[in-house]
Structure formats: structure tokens, C-alpha cells
């Protein structure tokens, strides 16, 4: 076929927005539009077609014939184009931009089953966009994910689903079936709760006029029947997962809020009982019936505040793809697994609009990418050949084929949600109080309301007017508030933390982070790059510049530290082989070995045995600009000081500037590091820093924390985790800078994943809003609890005005947590348009 001269390829029709083409086997494909090509793909890789051109005859076809995706003539064509365009023509499948949704719309998650590629979730987009009141469907193919606008009086989340059956997927809500129809349930039980209680309180009103008129008994029993049997049913049916709740509490003795609530319901509901046996009107049916419907009512949405508090932590988890392209052999175009089955060093394709399944190498492709969902930092990276590419990063453009290296639960993002799952389930030491007190609340309150009750009872007051008394007291109370002050303000910090680029592996740190006082910083890979390149070699001894140079590479082989990688680069660029090396061992301090029998070492000062005169010698080279730094390291043979080599290395950007900042916090700032004491200063001088230590070893960089802290000091180290293990854990916060190697195996608090020192000041200023929120959650509850038992014990509120009160005070603190979430997504908000306008 030669450039439409037989029309499209899969619908017969002219073209009018453009070529598109398909490289097939033997000849070019061409198509009208790009619907029509992904169409074809589509068929073309399907299991059941085996010669695609003979695509016309397919059910598939003939079911896209019959919905109008594939037009059937220019009339048909015409029709659609009367439609407004969802997207552009050619964008990927997955990743097209939503229409604007008109006001009132609501919004329908669907976790689809069954696609096989691309093609599938452009196939469901087109279907929904054409159906009647439904916008803005949007399919992710690597994900499993649909997401469209549907206007509720013309369409339904069971009519998208059934759309979608038609079309051979299967659709359910994404990640948490049973979640959900636990929601509906509660919602029905809710809803009829609701419905017998407004009853039950009109029948009450009937009743109450009993104090004013004169009631016959026949009337009275009348009005209190029903009431009883509708209560009845509220106790049973709608306080069913209160009782169970409560009851389980007390077995397991860890009474909460529901025992309380079920203790207060079932006595009014058993006072009245009695009295409706003696014929009297005292009956307080209506209170029981409210209680659980409060309870309910607060319960929903109490539930409702918490999954808006979770939705940035969901959306890590749905990073993951739930598929992956292998490509095995000759065949370029792979074939989709579950991402399960990837393995180290298989080669998958990632393309335009996918995202990442595993860590690995790019061996071919080039384009642009973004790694915001990990680092926080929404910018367009472009990656060629030879880079790496981590798992979670999505692809903006272009196509990359990677070989695995890391994958699954090893895989950075696996690491990342493994992280932030065990810093979500860890309670903190002030978590630990609150659930000891907990403990013994629920049981103070029965007895504080029994004494009460009692106390009452003994200056005379009637039973009716004691027992009322005693249940305002029990209702009021709120250890709920207490419970959810601290764990939902973890939940939001840990989630938006990782928003921006810091990972919280133990969320106590945001505590610790408002204590310190003193921060420490490593030098090497922390302030400065770490990217350290060869300025000078010179020789001491009879040995010339080339036989240093490849003395040092043979002891470097192997040897996984940026300054081995630099000497092995530059005695590469040099032809200069690298000499054999025997028994090599690898020290904090420098690498040490056998050469022709004699003992050589590499490394710093100390580590090589360098004299007072051969030190001095290696400080007379000076720095080439206010951001550069020479360190050197010296070549030993048999003790005797044979070569110093200089290597220079940078600032990082920005670093200046955060040593000001945190100095205007009025925090110590101390450097310290295993270079020599020379270079050290040489950095300390450039950041305006005086307290420098060099010529410190890993264990003497922990002991100094040590001696810090022994001092009384609240010291947080910051480190790239690579010499400063020991150091990072001595400290009372622990922030390591991501220098891209596992996570977790260092014995850091937090992780900066842009790897840039100054997210610490970010982190700062964000624990110092998530603490402010904690203190305001544990402050608020134990205020209102301090304040509104005693006002129930006195007598001035009812028990439903109690219930009520006890209900705001759990909801104030969820809503206090929502406003922490609401002002951070405000601001990284604002922050990514800053950098798209100056970009």
C-alpha cells in the first residue's frame, strides 16, 4: 500500500488531520488518524489474530464498528468531529489531558482488568467519551487505572462498569473492594439508623406532652411500643457494630470511645425497658437511638476526613505498574508481563506516558523524564544511553529500553514504600503515652460516672435525674480525639514529607528535629559534590608521574569510592595500564596491598604513614575559585611516602546559603570530616563555619557526636551514608543525603532523595508545622475533656448535647490534620508553578 492510495489502513477513509504510519515486516502501514493505528496495533499483537489483514472480520471490529470508533463513512466521520476533541490526536494512550468537567460532576476510580496493552486503554477512553453524560475518562494502561467525570443524572459508576464489560474488561474500585462495600454498608446501616431515629423522636415529642396534658394509659402505650421496637432494631441493627467493637475492647482489655457510647446506649435503652414494664412515661428511647446515630454520623465523617488525609500516601502505592514490556531476543517490541515476574537483568521497553517497574541501565533510547514522585522536584530530566533510571520514574517523551537491575520490594520505590510503611506502623514515645493512658481513661470514666451517679443518689436526688447525671458523664468524654492526635498527624507527614523529596524512615524524627540544637555536617558527597577529578600527581621519589598513576590504579581496581573510580578514569585517558596488585584491602581511610612484594597504601595522611613536612607540602596548592577544594591523597611504598595526588572537588549549589539559614535559627554549625584538617578549613572558611574537624575516621566522627551530645547538646548529623554509618546512628537525628545506593542500610532517620543538603532546611520547617499540629491535637483533647466532664457532672448538659460535643471534639482534631494538608499542597502548589514559569 503506497501513501493512501486504497485510503486508511484499518477504516478505508481518506485522511484529514495528517498521515500516520506503521512499519510492519514487509511494507508501511498507513493510517488517517492515530486512533485508527493504535487500533490496528491492537489487532495486529492479539493472540486470536493471527493475519492481521484480515482485521475486518474480527468481533473486535465489528464491536468498534458498532460503538463508533472505527467511523463506517464520511458521514460517520463527520458526526464525530461535531464532538469536542478529548485530547490531542496523538498523544499516548493513558496520559491525555481531561476535558474541563462541568460543575456538579462526579468523579469514578476504577481499577480495570484485562488490558493487555496500550491500545486497550485507548479503546476504553474513546468508548467513554462517547457515551452520554460521561467526560474525561482517563485510562492508564501501566497502572490498571480509569478515571472519568460522569454527570449522575445521565450516567452511573455501574453503567461505566458495565460499558466495560461489553467491551471484555473487567472493573472493580482500585485496590480495596471490601473497603468499599464496607462503606456502602455503612451508609445503608447509617441511612436506616437515621430514618428509625427521626421516627422514634417525633413519637417522643407525643410523649413528652404527657408532662403537660393528661395522657390515658391506652395512649401512652401506644406512643411507647412503637418506640420500643423501633429502638429495638437501632440497638440491634444499627448499634450491631458498636456493641461488637465495644465488646471485643473490654475482652481484650482495651476499652475505647465505642464502649463508652454502647455502655451509655444500653442502659438508657434498659431504663427505659423498665419503665415502659411499669407504665411509666420517663422513657429515654430517643437518647439511645440518637447516641448511635451520632456516633454513626461522626464515624462517617471521621472516615471521610482520613482518606483524604491517606489520598497522598495512595498515591505512592499506585506508582508501581501493575505490568511491564519484556523484550526477549531479537523481538524489539516486547511482550506485557505482571511486573511480578520482571527479573535482575531482564530488558524491558518503557515508553512515552509509562512508568518505571524496576531500577536499571538505559542500553538503548533517549527522551525526558520525571522523578518528582520520588525526589519532589518537578523538572524534566533528559536520560540517554549509560544513565540510570530508577523505579516510579514516569516517562514524559521519548522511549527507553532498560536492563533490570534492582526490582521488586528492592527496587527504590519498593524501598521507599517498605520505608514508609514500617515509619507509618512505629509509634513514638509519645504515642506511647497517650495509649497508656488510654488504658486506664475508658475505665476512670465508668467509674467517674458511677460515682457520680452514686454521689447524687446519697443528697437525696431522684434515680431518674442521678442515672441522666451519670450518663452525660459517660458520653462526654472523648478518648477518640486523644487516640487520632498523634496517628493521623503521622500519616500526613509521612505522606507529605515524600511529596517532597524526604523520606521519614522513623517519624519520632519529626519530634527530635524540633529539639536540636547543634548540626553536624560531613563534608565530602554532603557539602561538597563528591565528584572529585585528578588537578595534580607529584611524584616524591624516583618513581615518574605515569608509574604513580598506575601503582594507584592497580590498588584501586575494584574499589567502589569516587576518588578509585577518578585515579582508574584518569590512567584510562592516559593509556596508562594499571599495575598488578595482590592481597588489596579496602579501609575507611584509604586501600592497602602487595606490590612486587612490598607493602604500598593509598590513601589519607594518616592511613599512608605521611611525615609532618609531607603534609605541609600537600596544603601549598590553592583553590581555583571560592567553590573549589583540593584534597590529597598520598602513595606509600614500604612506609616511605613516594607521590601526593590533589584532587579538587566543588560546593554543592545552594549550600552557602543554607548554612545562613540555619544559622539564623540559631543553630551550631559544625563540619566535620576524614579529609585532612587543611582541606577541612579550607571549607569552613568558604561557608563562614569555624568549628571544623578533619583527619576524622568513622569512629572518631561518632565519637565527637558522642562528646557533643555528652555536653548536653541535641546534635543532628547529616551525611551521604557512605563513611558516616556510625556517626548517623551516635546522633539524636540521623539525615542522610540520597547518593543513589540502597535504602535502608544506613542508619539514617530521614533521607534527602534529591540528594541535595538543602532539603534540610525544608525538613526543618516542615517538622516544626507537623509538631505544632500534634501539640494543638493533644492539647485541644485534653483541654475539652478537663473542661467538659466536670460542666457534665454538674448537671448542665443533657446526654445528647454530651454525644454532640464528644463528636466535635474527635472531628476538630481530624479537621486540624486536614488544614496541615491543605497548607503544604497549597505551597508545593505554588512551588511547581514558580519553577514552571521561571523553567
Known amino acids: 500500500m503506497t501513501a493512501f492510495s486504497d485510503g486508511c489502513e484499518l477504516c478505508g477513509l481518506p485522511p484529514k488531520y495528517g498521515t500516520f504510519t506503521l512499519d510492519l515486516n514487509d511494507r508501511k502501514a498507513y493510517f488517517c488518524c492515530q486512533g485508527c493505528r493504535q487500533v490496528y496495533i491492537m489487532l495486529a499483537e492479539a493472540a486470536d489474530a493471527t493475519d492481521p489483514a484480515d482485521?475486518?472480520?474480527?468481533?473486535?471490529?465489528?464491536?468498534?464498528?458498532?460503538?463508533?470508533?472505527?467511523?463506517?463513512?464520511?458521514?460517520?466521520?463527520?458526526?464525530?468531529?461535531?464532538?469536542?476533541?478529548?485530547?490531542?490526536?496523538?498523544?499516548?494512550?493513558?496520559?491525555?489531558?481531561?476535558?474541563?468537567?462541568?460543575?456538579?460532576?462526579?468523579?469514578?476510580?476504577l481499577a480495570v482488568e484485562g488490558m493487555w496493552c496500550p491500545a486497550c486503554a485507548w479503546v476504553i477512553e474513546e468508548t467513554l467519551n462517547r457515551q452520554p453524560g460521561i467526560s474525561g475518562a482517563h485510562c492508564n494502561f501501566s497502572t490498571d487505572r480509569l478515571r472519568c467525570a460522569y454527570d449522575p443524572a445521565r450516567a452511573s459508576p455501574v453503567g461505566i462498569q458495565s460499558t466495560l464489560q461489553r467491551l471484555g474488561y473487567g472493573s472493580r474500585p482500585p485496590d480495596a473492594l471490601a473497603a468499599d462495600r464496607e462503606r456502602r454498608s455503612q451508609f445503608v446501616r447509617f441511612a436506616i439508623t437515621a430514618f428509625i431515629s427521626m421516627n422514634v423522636m417525633m413519637l417522643s415529642f407525643s410523649l413528652y406532652s404527657g408532662f403537660f396534658t393528661?395522657?390515658?394509659?391506652?395512649?401512652?402505650?401506644?406512643?411507647?411500643?412503637?418506640?420500643?421496637?423501633?429502638?429495638?432494631?437501632?440497638?440491634?441493627?444499627?448499634?450491631?457494630?458498636?456493641?461488637?467493637?465495644?465488646?471485643?475492647?473490654?475482652?481484650?482489655?482495651?476499652?475505647?470511645?465505642e464502649a463508652l457510647i454502647s455502655i451509655g446506649a444500653i442502659s438508657a435503652y434498659s431504663y427505659s425497658v423498665f419503665n415502659l414494664l411499669q407504665g411509666s412515661i420517663h422513657l429515654y428511647f430517643d437518647t439511645t437511638c440518637m447516641l448511635i446515630f451520632l456516633v454513626q454520623l461522626g464515624k462517617i465523617l471521621e472516615r471521610r476526613a482520613k482518606d483524604r488525609i491517606q489520598e497522598d500516601l495512595g498515591h505512592y502505592y499506585a506508582l508501581m505498574p501493575a505490568k511491564v514490556r519484556v523484550c526477549a531476543g531479537a523481538d524489539s517490541r516486547g511482550r506485557y508481563v505482571a511486573a511480578g515476574q520482571l527479573s535482575a537483568g531482564d530488558l524491558f521497553r518503557v515508553a512515552e506516558g509509562e512508568t518505571l517497574a524496576a531500577d536499571?541501565?538505559?542500553?538503548?533510547?533517549?527522551?525526558?523524564?520525571?522523578?518528582?514522585?520520588?525526589?519532589?522536584?518537578?523538572?524534566?530530566?533528559?536520560?540517554?544511553?549509560?544513565?540510570?533510571?530508577?523505579?516510579?520514574?514516569?516517562?514524559?517523551?521519548?522511549?527507553f529500553y532498560v536492563r533490570a537491575e534492582t526490582v521488586g520490594s528492592s527496587s527504590t520505590l519498593g524501598q521507599m514504600l517498605a520505608i514508609m510503611d514500617a515509619a507509618l506502623q512505629r509509634k513514638t514515645a509519645v504515642e506511647g503515652r497517650t495509649d497508656r493512658i488510654l488504658r486506664v481513661f475508658v475505665p476512670l470514666m465508668i467509674g467517674l460516672a458511677v460515682v457520680t451517679m452514686l454521689v447524687l443518689l446519697l443528697q437525696g436526688?431522684?434515680?431518674?435525674?442521678?442515672?441522666?447525671?451519670?450518663?452525660?458523664?459517660?458520653?462526654?468524654?472523648?478518648?477518640?480525639?486523644?487516640?487520632?492526635?498523634?496517628?493521623?498527624?503521622?500519616?500526613?507527614?509521612?505522606?507529605?514529607?515524600?511529596?517532597?523529596?524526604?523520606?521519614?524512615?522513623?517519624?519520632?524524627?519529626?519530634?527530635?528535629?524540633?529539639?536540636?540544637?547543634?548540626?553536624?555536617?560531613?563534608?565530602?558527597?554532603?557539602?561538597?559534590?563528591?565528584?572529585?577529578?585528578?588537578?595534580?600527581?607529584?611524584?616524591?621519589?624516583?618513581m615518574n608521574e605515569q608509574d604513580v598513576l598506575a601503582l594507584a590504579a592497580g590498588l584501586e581496581h575494584g574499589v567502589d569510592h569516587p576518588i578509585a573510580a577518578e585515579i582508574r578514569r584518569a590512567a584510562t585517558a592516559r593509556t596508562i595500564e594499571a599495575l598488578p596488585v595482590e592481597a588489596s584491602t579496602v579501609d575507611a581511610r584509604g586501600v592497602a596491598g602487595l606490590w612486587q612484594g612490598r607493602r604500598v597504601r593509598l590513601g589519607s595522611a594518616d592511613f599512608a604513614g605521611a611525615a609532618g613536612d609531607e603534609r605541609a607540602a600537600g596544603t601549598t596548592l590553592s583553590r581555583a575559585s571560592d567553590t573549589a577544594i583540593v584534597s590529597w591523597v598520598f602513595l606509600a611504598v614500604d612506609d616511605c611516602i613516594?607521590?601526593?595526588?590533589?584532587?579538587?572537588?566543588?560546593?554543592?549549589?545552594?549550600?552557602?546559603?543554607?548554612?545562613?539559614?540555619?544559622?539564623?535559627?540559631?543553630?551550631?554549625?559544625?563540619?566535620?570530616?576524614?579529609?585532612?584538617?587543611?582541606?577541612?578549613?579550607?571549607v569552613g572558611a568558604m561557608l563562614g563555619i569555624s568549628?571544623?574537624?578533619?583527619?576524622?575516621?568513622?569512629?572518631?566522627?561518632?565519637?565527637?557526636?558522642?562528646?557533643?551530645?555528652?555536653?548536653?547538646?541535641?546534635?543532628?548529623?547529616?551525611?551521604?551514608?557512605?563513611?558516616?554509618?556510625?556517626?548517623?546512628?551516635?546522633?539524636?537525628?540521623?539525615?542522610?543525603?540520597?547518593?543513589?545506593?540502597?535504602?535502608?542500610?544506613?542508619?539514617?532517620?530521614?533521607?534527602l532523595m534529591q540528594g541535595d543538603p538543602c532539603q534540610m532546611e525544608t525538613f526543618l520547617g516542615f517538622a516544626a508545622r507537623v509538631n505544632r499540629k500534634i501539640e494543638q491535637n493533644l492539647w485541644g483533647s485534653l483541654i475539652y475533656n478537663l473542661v467538659a466532664i466536670p460542666i457534665a457532672m454538674a448537671g448542665w448538659l443533657s446526654p445528647l448535647v454530651a454525644v454532640v460535643a464528644m463528636l466535635l471534639s474527635s472531628l476538630s482534631v481530624t479537621g486540624n490534620t486536614l488544614l496541615l494538608i491543605h497548607g503544604e499542597n497549597r505551597a508545593v502548589t505554588l512551588a511547581q508553578k514558580s519553577i514552571e514559569t521561571t523553567g
Open 214 to 257: 393528661d395522657l390515658g394509659t391506652d395512649a401512652v402505650w401506644k406512643i411507647s411500643w412503637p418506640m420500643f421496637f423501633m429502638a429495638t432494631a437501632v440497638m440491634l441493627y444499627g448499634g450491631l457494630p458498636l456493641h461488637r467493637r465495644a465488646y471485643t475492647g473490654i475482652l481484650s482489655g482495651q476499652p475505647g470511645m
Open 55 to 109: 482485521f475486518r472480520h474480527t468481533d473486535l471490529f465489528r464491536r468498534c464498528v458498532e460503538m463508533g470508533i472505527i467511523p463506517r463513512s464520511e458521514d460517520d466521520l463527520a458526526a464525530a468531529a461535531v464532538r469536542p476533541p478529548v485530547a490531542a490526536d496523538d498523544a499516548p494512550p493513558g496520559d491525555r489531558l481531561s476535558p474541563s468537567v462541568s460543575e456538579g460532576a462526579l468523579v469514578c476510580h
Open 461 to 542: 436526688a431522684a434515680f431518674e435525674q442521678a442515672f441522666i447525671r451519670g450518663l452525660t458523664v459517660l458520653v462526654i468524654s472523648c478518648p477518640c480525639a486523644l487516640g487520632l492526635a498523634v496517628p493521623l498527624a503521622r500519616v500526613a507527614g509521612v505522606s507529605l514529607a515524600a511529596r517532597r523529596g524526604i523520606l521519614v524512615q522513623d517519624f519520632s524524627a519529626f519530634d527530635r528535629a524540633g529539639r536540636i540544637d547543634t548540626v553536624v555536617f560531613d563534608k565530602t558527597g554532603t557539602l561538597t559534590q563528591g565528584r572529585w577529578r585528578l588537578q595534580s600527581v607529584l611524584p616524591l621519589a624516583a
Open 360 to 399: 536499571g541501565l538505559v542500553v538503548a533510547g533517549r527522551g525526558l523524564v520525571d522523578e518528582s514522585s520520588l525526589t519532589g522536584e518537578t523538572k524534566p530530566l533528559a536520560k540517554i544511553e549509560g544513565d540510570r533510571l530508577v523505579s516510579g520514574t514516569h516517562v514524559i517523551e521519548g522511549l
Open 691 to 751: 568549628a571544623v574537624r578533619g583527619d576524622c575516621p568513622p569512629v572518631a566522627k561518632a565519637q565527637f557526636i558522642e562528646t557533643l551530645r555528652r555536653e548536653g547538646r541535641s546534635v543532628a548529623m547529616v551525611g551521604d551514608g557512605v563513611n558516616d554509618a556510625p556517626a548517623l546512628a551516635s546522633a539524636d537525628l540521623s539525615v542522610a543525603v540520597f547518593a543513589g545506593r540502597q535504602l535502608g542500610e544506613e542508619a539514617q532517620a530521614v533521607t
Open 642 to 682: 613516594v607521590a601526593r595526588l590533589g584532587f579538587g572537588d566543588r560546593l554543592k549549589l545552594g549550600v552557602s546559603s543554607l548554612i545562613q539559614h540555619l544559622q539564623a535559627r540559631s543553630l551550631d554549625i559544625l563540619v566535620v570530616s576524614g579529609d585532612s584538617q587543611a582541606t577541612s578549613d579550607q
